[in-house]
């Protein structure tokens, strides 16, 4: 018999950051390929934050796979050349 399989409660949920960079890239001057990825985060409702050489948001943890998914369609969809994504549990 399979184990069950249960969606966590919101209770349950953890906060995750999910940090992107995306490339070609210049510091200052973001491409369409990165504005299209920032307003895909905004769209699901993340808050966004930029740095130098990478942007972050924080979201729950239900939200990971349309953020990282709709990130990463725009990105390519705008222009870019690769990109890279590192999620990772900052609290509950």
């Not at 184990?3 to 973001?30: C, K, N, Q, W, Y």
């Amino acid at each position: 018999m399979a184990p069950t399989i249960r969606a966590p409660t919101l209770r349950g949920m953890s906060r995750l950051r999910v940090e992107f960079t995306i490339e070609p890239f210049v510091d200052g001057h973001p491409g369409e390929h990165v504005l299209a990825a920032w307003r895909a985060v905004e769209a699901q409702g993340a808050e966004l934050s930029s740095g130098p050489f990478s942007s972050e948001a924080v979201v729950d943890e239900h939200q990971v796979d349309a953020v990282v998914g709709d990130l990463v369609r725009a990105a390519f969809a705008g222009g870019a050349d690769r990109v890279s994504v590192q999620v990772e549990r900052v609290g509950p």
